[in-house]
C-alpha cells in the first residue's frame, strides 16, 4: 500500500497523560499536513512541513501540542497533558512539491480522552 | 462567519437520482477548489480538484466552480449506493499551505 498510513488507529487516553501519534507520507511527498477533525466538522489544520522544516503552525495548536519530521519522512504528533476537549480524529495528509494542493489524507487516528 | 459553507444535510435520495452538493465561501483569494469523500471512520478521499472558475467533469462526476458568486458545486449522476458518505469541499489560497473544510454533506443513496 503506498498511501498515507497513520499509527495507531484508536488512542483512549485518560486526562492529563502524554500521546504520540505517527503518520507514514506517500514516500515521494515532500509536505506533510496535520488536521484535526471533531465530529460533525470539516478538517481544522495544524500544521505542516516541508521535508524536516516546520513551516507553518495554527493558532489551533496550543503549546500542548508538538509535532516533528526528523529526517523528512515520517512525522510525530504529541499531545502533552491531554484535556477533554482533545478528543478528535487526527488526520496526516502529504503532497509533492509539483501538487502542493493536491493532499492525501491518511486513515486518521482517532483520540479519545476520558 | 465562517469561511467556508456549507449544508450538513443530511440528504437522502433513491439510487439513479442525480445530487447536488454545494458550497459557499467569502474569500475571493481562494483559487483552488476540492472536494473529499469521506466514508464513516475514515479519512479524506480526494474526488475533484479544479483551478479557479469553470467545469470539470470525471465519469459521473462534475464539479463546477463559480467564482464571481463565490459558490462552487459537485453534481453525481445516477448515484448508487456506494456514494453514501460525508462529502467536504475544500479551498486553498495561491501560494497557502493548508486547506479551509466545509463542514461536510452527509450523503445516503437508497437502493
Known amino acids: 500500500d503506498t498511501g498515507v498510513s497513520q499509527d495507531p488507529r484508536h488512542k483512549i487516553t485518560k486526562r492529563g497523560q502524554n500521546v504520540t501519534f505517527r503518520c507514514d507520507p506517500i514516500?515521494?511527498?515532500?509536505?506533510l499536513y496535520w488536521y484535526r477533525q471533531t465530529l460533525g466538522q470539516g478538517p481544522e489544520f495544524l500544521t505542516y512541513?516541508?521535508?524536516?522544516?516546520?513551516?507553518?503552525k495554527s493558532r489551533l495548536l496550543s503549546d500542548r501540542f508538538s509535532a516533528e519530521r526528523p529526517k523528512g519522512s515520517f512525522s510525530t504528533l504529541e499531545i502533552q497533558r491531554t484535556e477533554q476537549g482533545d478528543s478528535a480524529m487526527y488526520l496526516c495528509?502529504?503532497?509533492?512539491?509539483?501538487?502542493?494542493?493536491?493532499?492525501?489524507f491518511g486513515p486518521g487516528t482517532r483520540l479519545t480522552v476520558t | 462567519q465562517k469561511e467556508v459553507e456549507q449544508d450538513p444535510g443530511p440528504l437522502s435520495v433513491p439510487e439513479g437520482a442525480i445530487v447536488s452538493l454545494n458550497c459557499t465561501y467569502s474569500?475571493?483569494?481562494?483559487?483552488?477548489f476540492m472536494w473529499y469523500r469521506q466514508y464513516s471512520r475514515k479519512g479524506p478521499e480526494l474526488l475533484m480538484y479544479?483551478?479557479?472558475?469553470g467545469n470539470k467533469e470525471d465519469g459521473r462526476f462534475t464539479a463546477q466552480v463559480d467564482k464571481s458568486s463565490k459558490y462552487i458545486s459537485l453534481f453525481i449522476r445516477d448515484s448508487q449506493p456506494s456514494d453514501s458518505a460525508t462529502y467536504l469541499c475544500?479551498?486553498?489560497?495561491?501560494?497557502?499551505?493548508?486547506?479551509?473544510f466545509g463542514t461536510g454533506t452527509r450523503l445516503t443513496v437508497i437502493p
Open positions: 495528509a502529504s503532497s509533492s512539491l509539483a501538487g502542493l494542493d493536491e493532499q492525501y
Open positions: 514516500s515521494e511527498h515532500n509536505r
Open positions: 512541513f516541508q521535508n524536516e522544516a516546520q513551516l507553518e
Open positions: 474569500n475571493s483569494a481562494f483559487q483552488y
Open positions: 479544479t483551478y479557479s472558475s
Open positions: 475544500a479551498m486553498d489560497l495561491t501560494g497557502a499551505n493548508n486547506l479551509f
